[in-house]
């Protein structure tokens, strides 16, 4: 005879995966940014494959999850969602977008950007370091983005990546096929069109735009300073220190 206590029904055992963690948590994030605590977001997390953006919201609950895959499924600009509360001049009280990624918390998944644009991005953050739509990435694979930006930055300031680092991934941290426009204008040194400092592998990468530096050193078209491997790449526009 089977005693039916010695079966025990558990409950509550459900477990978010970390991508429907981020996906269920982005709305709140985007609540905090000014929509009154209520907010949804479109973000879709595929179950084999990565984490959809579609709207500026989506773009900003990317630091929710840094290891992550994303993939950019439309081109944002100034009339998509989210871009005054995340990504306008007026954002974060008047410092615009936060650069995805710190020297304590890297961006260290990927971002296919699918062939889409990123217009009218305004980084306004001249006393830090670490700037770009990605401020430290490391081990990271960024690729297939056009980014127009008016990005203003301390030390290792860059339209994509303010430093890109190879160390946490085998095969490197690489930016490929990327395109920037617009300006980019850092502190006293360490200063690109693409990476402000770059320990990874830049390729197929083209800026059509102003990057300096006034009164610095290391600032290039391409990358502030090189220490690992740059591939047919162009630079167009000027170039001040």
Same mark, same amino acid.
């Given at each position: 005879?089977?005693?039916?206590?010695?079966?025990?029904?558990?409950?509550?055992?459900?477990?978010? !995966?970390?991508?429907?963690? #981020?996906?269920?948590?982005? %709305?709140?994030?985007?609540?905090?940014? &000014? #929509? %009154?605590?209520?907010?949804?977001?479109?973000?879709?997390?595929?179950?084999?494959?990565?984490?959809?953006?579609?709207?500026?919201?989506?773009?900003?609950?990317?630091?929710?999850?840094?290891?992550?895959?994303?993939?950019? @499924?439309?081109?944002?600009?100034?009339?998509?969602? &989210?871009?005054?509360?995340?990504?306008?001049?007026?954002?974060?009280?008047?410092?615009?977008?936060?650069?995805?990624?710190?020297?304590?918390?890297?961006?260290?998944?990927?971002?296919?950007?699918?062939?889409?644009?990123?217009?009218?991005?305004?980084?306004?953050?001249?006393?830090?370091? /670490? @700037?770009?739509?990605?401020?430290?990435?490391?081990?990271?694979?960024?690729?297939?983005?056009?980014?127009?930006?008016?990005?203003?930055?301390?030390?290792?300031?860059?339209?994509?990546?303010?430093?890109?680092?190879?160390? !946490?991934?085998?095969?490197?941290?690489?930016?490929? !096929?990327?395109? @920037?426009?617009?300006?980019?204008?850092?502190?006293?040194?360490?200063?690109?069109?693409?990476?402000?400092? /770059?320990?990874?592998?830049?390729?197929?990468?083209?800026?059509?735009?102003?990057?300096?530096?006034?009164?610095?050193?290391?600032?290039? &078209?391409?990358?502030?300073?090189?220490?690992?491997?740059?591939?047919?790449?162009?630079?167009?526009?000027?170039?001040?220190?």
């Amino acid at each position: 005879m089977t005693d039916s206590t010695s079966t025990t029904t558990q409950t509550n055992r459900t477990e978010l !995966s970390r991508r429907d963690t #981020l996906a269920a948590t982005a %709305g709140l994030v985007a609540g905090s940014a &000014g #929509l %009154g605590g209520v907010a949804t977001t479109t973000a879709t997390a595929q179950e084999n494959g990565p984490t959809e953006i579609e709207d500026w919201f989506d773009l900003d609950a990317v630091r929710e999850d840094l290891e992550d895959d994303y993939v950019l @499924v439309d081109d944002l600009d100034g009339t998509t969602a &989210g871009y005054d509360e995340i990504a306008g001049a007026n954002a974060d009280n008047g410092h615009g977008f936060a650069p995805i990624g710190d020297s304590d918390e890297r961006f260290t998944g990927t971002f296919d950007g699918n062939g889409n644009e990123i217009r009218d991005l305004v980084i306004d953050r001249e006393d830090e370091n /670490n @700037v770009g739509l990605f401020g430290y990435a490391e081990g990271a694979a960024i690729r297939s983005v056009h980014v127009d930006v008016s990005i203003s930055g301390g030390e290792h300031t860059g339209g994509i990546a303010g430093w890109l680092w190879a160390a !946490s991934r085998p095969e490197g941290a690489t930016v490929e !096929s990327v395109r @920037v426009t617009g300006t980019i204008e850092g502190g006293k040194r360490l200063v690109g069109g693409v990476v402000g400092l /770059n320990h990874g592998t830049v390729s197929k990468a083209s800026v059509d735009g102003a990057v300096s530096a006034p009164g610095g050193t290391e600032v290039g &078209g391409i990358v502030g300073q090189n220490l690992d491997r740059v591939e047919q790449c162009f630079a167009g526009g000027s170039v001040r220190g």
